[in-house]
């Protein structure tokens, strides 16, 4: 996981190291734009929904739905991993949780307040969310003027959770839960919620008996540090993240009520590692992409207005929508199957709906007939029909009851996980990726292209599974892997791989017989043999190391070439290719030979 104990940054970068310097390093994005669909164009949909008769429900309503694309400085983010460890790999940062909310900018009196109720967002696993949101009519109309307007006053935020292992200070603190939560509630609000700001302020300006006590040497501890460090533990051991309240941005954190926790004395340790979240904050223009769409395809091209049919009296459209990733691998089918229990004596018979979620949509309704002035009450029972290399199996999720005629579903409503799996662009243009995922003594295989640069893989719940992958050069002459590993959302760049990039050599030599200088020529693998490619190193008795970086372009030709450097009178051959993860060492008295044989020296 990545470590909170000594981020990394430069000017707009920000990387975490691995924890204990086992892994790749975790770079957190720098901004938020809306995803682009495989044409090009912005995910950016606007639903419109009236009754044929304006009398009759359903009430008219809009739907709001877009895909978030974070943004990640990837070069940057490389440059600055590998100038602290020669060969390191970088990944994406993974969103466990989130908010979005939008803003009014400037005088918008007239903005109806539901469009601008923080509204919770799922990442899934990588660094593509969908979002979407109920409107009233008059949002969504407002909505549909700004995509025509030149200027759209409204901003958006996005605050995201990112999960890591808290700093370690050299102390340890006594608390008694109760009474523990009962002083953190006292600088919170009514409801028990309060910014991260401000619990850490509450252990900075503690009173003089606070309810904790502390065993250790505070001398040698910033106060800050250990008020950041004790909010981090109340997040992995009590709080949870909580939206804002109506008209405010600040994410806040739910604490538990202290009547749910027994008194007695706990210790935390806080030089052990400990899970928590930190939250990420980011602004966008919501409508931008959007707009854009318009002014090249027209209206249509994002607004959609639909119109329901008059209903028969007691029949009931139940409108099903799901919030999961596409591109799902490997399932054939998932939907949901809706159960009306008898109501007598009107209706003596169950009422069974099966309704299919296709994608890209992801989203359907059925009709359902009941008795006259009822009101629709059901169990729904979500299922999944999965293959791999085992055949193919049908999945059911728990039978759980729901009221009313919107059903919106999530993830964790269905009896599967899914691996989100994504490549950059670059990576497919540089390669062929291909996968393996494997659970339960079976596998499933997979590829991504540049037309398909992601994938969800399904695997059935608490199975362990692991994921590999394979990275063919377009000439098939060179291959890489990666894994096993456990399997987990899963961001392929350049950067995954410790080939490309920026390199780092140590050269040292051992000087004998009185040689008063070695000097060599190094060449990058790949690139053309010509004075300007050429480096010249040179090494004395006392300065017999040296340090040579270069920049690999392709992970496919990492390597290097060096010889002995000659006057123009002539030059010696080069040596074979070799790895820039060892040292080149050298001898003053039988480089000149080994070189020749095409080896070290």
């Known amino acids: 996981m990545p470590d909170y104990q000594a981020p990394v940054r430069e000017k707009d970068v920000t990387v975490l190291a691995p924890f204990q310097g086992q892994g790749a390093y975790t770079l957190l994005p720098n901004a938020l734009d809306i995803a682009k669909r495989p044409d090009g164009s912005g995910d950016f949909h606007l639903g419109i929904v009236r009754p044929e008769n304006p009398l009759l429900p359903p009430k008219p309503h ?9 943004v990640f400085p990837m070069e940057a983010g490389l440059a600055l991993v590998r100038a602290r460890q020669a060969g390191a790999v970088l990944e994406q940062a993974v969103f466990r949780g989130g908010f979005v909310q939008l803003f009014p900018i400037g005088e918008f009196k007239d903005a109806p307040l539901p469009l601008f109720a923080p509204m919770p967002i799922n990442f899934q696993g990588l660094g593509v969310a969908r979002f979407f949101c109920d409107l009233d009519i008059d949002s969504a109309l407002m909505v549909k003027g700004m995509l025509t307007a030149n200027t759209a006053p409204l901003r958006a935020e996005a605050h995201l959770e990112v999960w890591g292992v808290a700093p370690r200070l050299p102390l340890q ?9 009962q002083y953190l509630r006292s600088k919170a609000g009514p409801d028990g919620r309060i910014s991260r700001a401000a619990l850490a302020a509450a252990f900075t300006n503690a009173p003089s008996e606070a309810p904790w006590t502390i065993q250790g040497n505070m001398d040698q501890v910033d106060h800050a540090e250990f008020a950041e460090c004790m909010a981090d533990h109340v997040r992995s051991r009590f709080a949870s993240l909580a939206l804002p309240v109506q008209g405010e941005s600040s994410p806040l954190l739910a604490l538990p009520d202290p009547d749910q926790f027994g008194a007695g004395t706990f210790l935390w340790d806080l030089n052990q590692p400990a899970t928590t979240a930190r939250i990420v904050s980011l602004g966008f223009d919501p409508l931008a992409a959007a707009r854009e769409l318009v002014a090249s395809h027209g209206i249509d091209a994002v607004v959609s207005m639909d119109t329901v049919r008059k209903l028969q009296t007691g029949m009931v459209s139940l409108a099903v929508t799901a919030n999961l990733p596409g591109l799902r691998q490997g399932v054939l089918s998932l939907g949901v199957t809706a159960k009306v229990s008898p109501k007598m004596p009107f209706r003596p018979q169950q009422i069974n709906r099966t309704l299919e979620l296709p994608e890209p949509g992801d989203s359907g309704s059925v009709q359902v007939q009941l008795s006259p002035r009822e009101q629709l009450a059901f169990t729904y029972q979500t299922f999944v029909i999965l293959q791999d290399s085992g055949g193919i199996h049908r999945l059911q999720g728990d039978d759980t009851p729901h009221e009313g005629e919107k059903l919106d579903l999530n993830i964790d409503d269905f009896p599967i996980s899914f691996v989100p799996v994504e490549a950059a662009d670059r990576l497919l243009a540089a390669g062929a990726v291909s996968g393996t995922l494997r659970y339960n003594n079976v596998h499933s295989t997979f590829s991504l292209t540049a037309s398909q640069p992601r994938v969800a893989l399904g695997v059935p719940k608490d ?8 990275f063919r050069s377009t000439d098939k002459a060179h291959v890489l892997h990666l894994g096993p590993s456990p399997a987990g959302a899963t ?3 350049l950067s995954s791989f ?8 140590e050269i040292r030599c051992t000087f004998v017989d009185g040689a008063p200088l070695l000097a060599i020529d190094l060449l990058p693998e790949g690139v053309a ?35 002995i450097h000659r006057d123009e009178s002539g030059a010696n051959p080069w040596s074979d290719v070799l790895s820039p993860f060892e040292p080149l060492l050298l001898n003053s008295a039988t480089a000149t030979e080994a070189v020749s044989a095409g080896g070290k020296a």
Do not use: C
């Not at 739907?63 to 694309?69: E, G, I, P, T, Y």
């Not at 410790?498 to 050599?505: A, S």
């Open 529 to 563: 043999e010509a004075p300007n490619n050429i480096t010249v190193m040179a090494m004395t008795p006392k300065s017999p190391q040296k340090q040579w970086t270069w920049f690999a372009s392709s992970p496919f030709t990492p390597g290097y070439r060096y010889r």
């Open 491 to 493: 961001h392929l760049d």
């Open 62 to 70: 809009g739907m709001m739905d877009f895909r978030l694309q974070a």
């Open 498 to 505: 410790r080939e490309y990039g920026p390199q780092t050599l």
């Open 463 to 470: 199975a362990s599974a692991t994921l590999e992958f394979e």
């Open 173 to 181: 603190v006594n608390i008694d839960p109760p009474a523990f939560l």
